[in-house]
């Protein structure tokens, strides 16, 4: 019940195009959703985050989609780019800043010139 | 402000040597983070600290043990290693909703 399933595991994408990264939760706990961004030898970074009182949330090419009754979200990245190639996690937390974080197994994302 | 900073960036042990890796974080945060990351299996949550001398145990804890005798500082610490402990380690520090992370440690177990 605390995992978070995230798919597919990898994704090859023409630059230009939208890049979609899913994921599914049980715990209807969860209030809190971020997605990190992991570029190779690094590590993750904070890139969006929603919570479930919205069903979308945009930040320039990037977009959160929320659908609380399916216990679902998605990553959309729009116009993707060769420097958008990293690896993708989504995440869920419980309470007031969420002090434990379930991760997402991951998503490696290549954008082909 | 140097963020989280972790050392050393890679180590190679044989089993049953122990070592102590390194995190410190300058951005006063209470809340700090050691992660395990295996190819495709996402982070798993080794142990965690809510603030000095306070830390608790995560997914994964076995094998491990941590201390925080100060906000800065929370080092995790391997007493046998063992090639399941064959992985990439990263610390984490959090500020209200965002993990800041580390560039994490490489660590191999032959």
């Known amino acids: 019940q605390q995992q978070v399933k995230q798919s597919p595991q990898s994704l090859i994408v023409q630059k230009g195009g939208i890049s979609i990264i899913n994921c599914a939760y049980e715990n209807t706990a969860f209030d809190y959703f971020p997605w990190y961004q992991q570029f190779p030898g690094k590590g993750p970074a904070l890139l969006i985050a929603?919570?479930?009182?919205?069903s979308e949330k945009k930040e320039g090419r990037f977009t959160i989609s929320f659908n609380k009754s399916a216990k679902q979200f998605s990553l959309h990245i729009m116009d993707s780019q060769p420097g958008d190639s990293a690896t993708y996690f989504c995440?869920?937390?419980?309470?007031?800043?969420?002090?434990?974080?379930?991760f997402g197994a991951g998503t490696r994302l290549f954008v082909k010139a | 402000n140097a963020g989280v900073t972790q050392t050393p960036k890679f180590r190679i042990l044989k089993i049953g040597q122990s070592m102590t890796l390194q995190c410190t974080q300058d951005?006063?945060?209470?809340?700090m983070y050691w992660y395990r990351q295996d190819p495709g299996m996402g982070l798993k949550l080794i142990y965690y600290s809510v603030g000095a001398g306070i830390t608790d145990k995560g997914e994964v804890p076995n094998g491990y043990n941590v201390s925080r005798s100060t906000t800065e500082d929370f080092p995790l610490r391997l007493e046998l290693a063992a090639p399941s402990q064959t992985s990439v380690y990263f610390c984490?520090?959090?500020?209200?909703?965002?993990?800041?992370f580390g560039p994490g440690t490489r660590l191999t177990v032959l």
């Open positions: 951005m006063n945060h209470n809340y």
């Open positions: 984490a520090s959090r500020r209200a909703n965002e993990q800041f």
């Open positions: 995440a869920a937390s419980i309470g007031t800043g969420g002090f434990k974080t379930i």
């Open positions: 929603i919570r479930p009182d919205v």
